[in-house]
T-cell receptor
C-alpha cells in the first residue's frame, strides 16, 4: 500500500508478557518515528530513526522498551515485561527527510495490558 | 523546553460556519515548523497544514488557514465553511529545526452540528 502500515491493529496481552509492534513506512522515507498516545492526550515521542540507526531514543520511558530498524525500512517496537500502564495506542510515522516535511502516520496499534 | 498548549478541549461549530482552534507554543529555538493534524475516530493522524517560523505569509490549504502570530507564539487553525466530515480531534505540533522531535498539544475535539 501507499501509506504507513502498522500491525497488529489491536493487541491484548497479560501483564508481564512480551509484545512486538511492527511498522512498515512509506517506501523511500528515511525518517521513522514511534509515538505513544494515551487516552485524551496528544502523541508522545518515543524514538526516531534516520535510516537504520536510532538517532534519538530519548523518549523511551525505560529499558523495557526497545526498537529496531535493521534494514532501514520496517521497524519493530519491542516491549518486555509489559505493565498495565503501557496500555496506549502506539503510532508510527515516517517522513521523506529528517529536517523538513510533515509526518505521515499509520493507524496505530492499540495495546491493552490486562 | 518545548511546549504546545491547546486550551480548548472541545469545540462546536454550525455546519458551513468558520471555526478557530487555538494553539500557543513555547520554544527557545529561533527556527521551527508548526503543523496541524486531524485525527478522526479511525485513529490515523492526517496532516493539514504547515507554517515555517520565517514564513511571512500565513499558510493556507483549501479551507484551512493558519493564523500565525510569531510575537505571541500563536498558531491558530481556521477552518472555513465547516463540513460534517470535519468532526474530529485536531492536534497542533511543533518541530524545532535544530532537532527531529515533533511536539504535540493535547488536542481539541471539534464537533460540526448540522
Amino acid at each position: 500500500g501507499a501509506g504507513v502500515s502498522q500491525t497488529p491493529s489491536n493487541k491484548v496481552t497479560e501483564k508481564g508478557k512480551y509484545v512486538e509492534l511492527r511498522c512498515d513506512p512509506i517506501s523511500g522515507h528515511t525518517a521513522l518515528y514511534w509515538y505513544r498516545q494515551s487516552l485524551g492526550q496528544g502523541p508522545e515521542f518515543l524514538i526516531y530513526f534516520q535510516g537504520t540507526g536510532a538517532a534519538d531514543d530519548s523518549g523511551l520511558p525505560n529499558d523495557r522498551f526497545f526498537a529496531v530498524r535493521p534494514e532501514g525500512s520496517v521497524s519493530t517496537l519491542k516491549i518486555q515485561r509489559t505493565e498495565r500502564g503501557d496500555s496506549a495506542v502506539y503510532l508510527c510515522a515516517s517522513s521523506r527527510l529528517a529536517a523538513s516535511g510533515e509526518l505521515f502516520f499509520g493507524e496505530g496499534s492499540r495495546l491493552t495490558v490486562l | 523546553a518545548q511546549k504546545i498548549t491547546q486550551t480548548q478541549p472541545g469545540m462546536f461549530v454550525q455546519e458551513k460556519e468558520a471555526v478557530t482552534l487555538d494553539c500557543t507554543y513555547d520554544t527557545s529555538d529561533q527556527s521551527y515548523g508548526l503543523f496541524w493534524y486531524k485525527q478522526p475516530s479511525s485513529g490515523e493522524m492526517i496532516f493539514l497544514i504547515y507554517q515555517g517560523s520565517y514564513d511571512e505569509q500565513n499558510a493556507t490549504e483549501g479551507r484551512y488557514s493558519l493564523n500565525f502570530q510569531k510575537a505571541r507564539k500563536s498558531a491558530n487553525l481556521v477552518i472555513s465553511a465547516s463540513q460534517l466530515g470535519d468532526s474530529a480531534m485536531y492536534f497542533c505540533a511543533m518541530r524545532p529545526n535544530t532537532g527531529n522531535q515533533f511536539y504535540f498539544g493535547t488536542g481539541t475535539s471539534l464537533t460540526v452540528i448540522p
